[in-house]
């Protein structure tokens, strides 16, 4: 009898294990914490996020209303530095209520005591794309827009890459071909290492805001810029690998 992609055993694949600095699989139960699979970086929940049905076993599921969001202050996460110029961020992810709220931050860096912007991604649903900003002196600020916006409830996988000289985001959305990967040339990125890394709720200012509806599953942090072939590994046709599949 053949056996179906999902009860074939998962390939090893060291080489996209190289560097990487934590790992959410992201299925613990409601109002749990998220565990790394390092065992190094907690991600904080607020408001009590909820285990949902995810891309690879479970997911979490944030809403926007209940201002629920995940994040993380940990100094190993604040990427990039000057010791380490590069990361890549990547995961699956959807948009559960597109039209509810006018601006929806899916990943962020913010310093509220300095007032400093590192990188948001955001949707924004009256031009209904997915958007890209990003600041080198913490008050300036580059956009790069994905034109071609997820559909609802839909999983789209995001990686967004940097290094000292660029920054692009690829945007692939499932069944689909990579329709974005926009591309541009910067200095660093604000080097703010009290900036918490959140996901679903931005910290710009006294308390979190900007939330997300939506789901997230599977997301990785690396200390180095992926490479195109090992983001195709990471996808994995649209079906996701997980820890320990690139253990390294």
Same mark, same amino acid.
């Given at each position: 009898m053949r056996m179906s992609q999902a009860t074939l055993a998962p390939k090893v694949i060291p080489l996209v294990g190289k560097g990487l600095v934590a790992y959410w699989k992201m299925g613990e139960a409601n109002g749990? =914490?998220?565990? =790394?699979?390092?065992?190094?970086f907690l991600l904080s929940q607020a408001g009590t996020v909820t285990q949902e049905t995810g891309k690879i076993g479970n997911a979490t599921g944030l809403a926007a209303g209940s201002s629920q969001y995940l994040s993380s202050t940990a100094a190993g996460l604040m990427v990039p530095s000057t010791a380490?110029?590069?990361?890549? !961020? #990547?995961?699956?992810?959807? !948009?559960?209520?597109?039209?509810?709220? &006018?601006?929806q931050d899916i990943i962020t860096r913010w310093d509220a005591t300095g007032g400093h *912007?590192? /990188? *948001?991604?955001?949707?924004?649903?009256? @031009? +209904? *794309?997915l958007k890209l900003f990003h600041s080198t002196t913490g008050s300036n600020s580059t956009t790069t827009v994905i034109d071609t916006a997820p559909a609802e409830d839909a999983w789209f996988y995001l990686a967004l890459r940097v290094t000292a000289t660029t920054i @692009?985001?690829?945007y692939h959305p499932a069944g689909g071909s990579v329709t974005d990967i926009s591309t541009v040339s910067a200095?660093?990125? *604000?080097? +703010?290492?009290?900036?918490? !890394?959140?996901?679903?709720?931005? /910290?710009?200012? &006294?308390t979190p805001s900007v939330f997300w509806s939506g789901l997230a599953d599977e997301v990785g942090l690396w200390g180095r810029y992926l490479s195109d072939a090992e983001l195709v590994l990471r996808r994995?046709?649209? #079906?996701?690998v997980t820890y320990p599949t690139f253990r390294g």
């Amino acid at each position: 009898m053949r056996m179906s992609q999902a009860t074939l055993a998962p390939k090893v694949i060291p080489l996209v294990g190289k560097g990487l600095v934590a790992y959410w699989k992201m299925g613990e139960a409601n109002g749990a =914490d998220r565990r =790394d699979s390092h065992n190094r970086f907690l991600l904080s929940q607020a408001g009590t996020v909820t285990q949902e049905t995810g891309k690879i076993g479970n997911a979490t599921g944030l809403a926007a209303g209940s201002s629920q969001y995940l994040s993380s202050t940990a100094a190993g996460l604040m990427v990039p530095s000057t010791a380490v110029p590069e990361f890549t !961020l #990547d995961g699956f992810f959807t !948009l559960s209520n597109k039209a509810g709220f &006018a601006f929806q931050d899916i990943i962020t860096r913010w310093d509220a005591t300095g007032g400093h *912007q590192v /990188f *948001q991604i955001q949707f924004v649903s009256g @031009d +209904d *794309q997915l958007k890209l900003f990003h600041s080198t002196t913490g008050s300036n600020s580059t956009t790069t827009v994905i034109d071609t916006a997820p559909a609802e409830d839909a999983w789209f996988y995001l990686a967004l890459r940097v290094t000292a000289t660029t920054i @692009d985001l690829r945007y692939h959305p499932a069944g689909g071909s990579v329709t974005d990967i926009s591309t541009v040339s910067a200095v660093m990125l *604000q080097n +703010d290492t009290t900036a918490p !890394l959140a996901f679903g709720a931005r /910290f710009a200012g &006294a308390t979190p805001s900007v939330f997300w509806s939506g789901l997230a599953d599977e997301v990785g942090l690396w200390g180095r810029y992926l490479s195109d072939a090992e983001l195709v590994l990471r996808r994995n046709g649209g #079906d996701g690998v997980t820890y320990p599949t690139f253990r390294g």
